[in-house]
T-cell receptor, first 111, second 113 residues
Framework: GDSVTQMEGPVTLSEEAFLTINCTYT??????LFWYVQYPGEGLQLLLK?????DKGSNKGFEATYRKETTSFHLEKGSVQVSDSAVYFC??????????FGPGTRLSVLP | NAGVTQTPKFQVLKTGQSMTLQCAQD?????MYWYRQDPGMGLRLIYY???????DKGEVPNGYNVSRLNKREFSLRLESAAPSQTSVYFC????????????FGQGTRLTVV
């Protein structure tokens, strides 16, 4: 079945550092790919998405590119802030149903 | 602009007790989902409902039942709670085929003692 693998962390960075969180997937079809963010005590919020190969999703300075050849969707941000501290989940969905999530990566950004 | 609403937010149960977690969405979505979140394991699908009147098992359905009461509401029932069901439960919804992202509720933190 479909699956998502991502670095589990925790990842600790200083403010203004560059962030990369790796995500790779296995899927039989052509899934849509997502990054969700979870702040403490809250539900998951969509951060960005890409629905086909070579699409780049972006939001709040975060970016990820759908790479079909490497089955990857790595999350990047050029300069992280303390407010970016959260848990980040990579996910896929085939045909808008049956979402599959990675284990989550906890990010802590220190001032 | 409520989105997906779950109740309750917190609950403590004794082993063997039963309870129902409620979920409602106001976005006219066809599909609804129940996940549990455990440390280091991400979100695991318990049950989902692709449309009103249908439900299907997910990855970890044992010990749970669901009801899709109408298009808005999707409840999760624990008939006889066990400590292994201590978790954070999330309800989600999306539009179904062709409508890609899922919207999540705030979660229910359940402790079974």
């Amino acid at each position: 079945g479909d699956s998502v693998t991502q670095m589990e962390g925790p990842v600790t960075l200083s403010e203004e550092a560059f962030l990369t969180i790796n995500c790779t997937y296995t899927a039989t079809g052509y899934p849509s790919l997502f990054w969700y963010v979870q702040y403490p005590g809250e539900g998951l919020q969509l951060l960005l998405k890409a629905t086909k190969a070579d699409d780049k999703g972006s939001n709040k300075g975060f970016e990820a590119t759908y790479r079909k050849e490497t089955t990857s969707f790595h999350l990047e941000k050029g300069s992280v802030q303390v407010s970016d501290s959260a848990v980040y989940f990579c996910a896929l969905s085939s045909y808008g149903q049956n979402f599959v999530f990675g284990p989550g990566t906890r990010l802590s950004v220190l001032p | 602009n409520a989105g997906v609403t779950q109740t309750p937010k917190f609950q403590v149960l004794k082993t063997g007790q039963s309870m129902t977690l409620q979920c409602a969405q106001d976005m006219n979505h066809n599909s609804m989902y129940w996940y549990r979140q455990d440390p280091g394991m991400g979100l695991r699908l318990i049950y989902y409902s692709a449309s009103e009147g249908t439900t299907d098992k997910g990855e970890v359905p044992n010990g749970y039942n669901v009801s899709r009461l109408n298009k808005r509401e999707f409840s999760l029932r624990l008939e006889s709670a066990a400590p292994s069901q201590t978790s954070v439960y999330f309800c989600a919804s999306n539009g179904g085929l062709g409508n890609t992202e899922a919207f999540f509720g705030q979660g229910t933190r359940l402790t079974v003692v």
